[in-house]
């Protein structure tokens, strides 16, 4: 649980962080696709974050 209390906040951050990028980059050439990867990117992060986060049924934090 510690783990995901300290990825939570660097994700936002990193998404912050991407948010003018991704509203600028659609309209620049090929900007679209590395859009479209940047996207796929912070989806299998957030992912990967919140299947970690999962409880186990033998796990007995709240």
């Known amino acids: ?4 209390a300290l990825l939570v906040p660097v994700l936002l951050l990193v998404t ?3 948010l003018p990028a991704l509203i600028i980059m659609p309209f620049f050439p090929g900007g679209t696709e590395r859009m ?3 996207l796929r990117a912070h989806i299998s992060y957030a ?4 299947t970690g986060s999962r409880s ?3 796990d007995k934090s709240p």
């Open 16 to 18: 912050l962080a991407a």
């Open 56 to 58: 186990t049924p033998g």
């Open 47 to 50: 992912r990967a974050l919140l």
């Open 36 to 38: 479209v990867t940047l």
């Open 1 to 4: 649980m510690l783990i995901i």
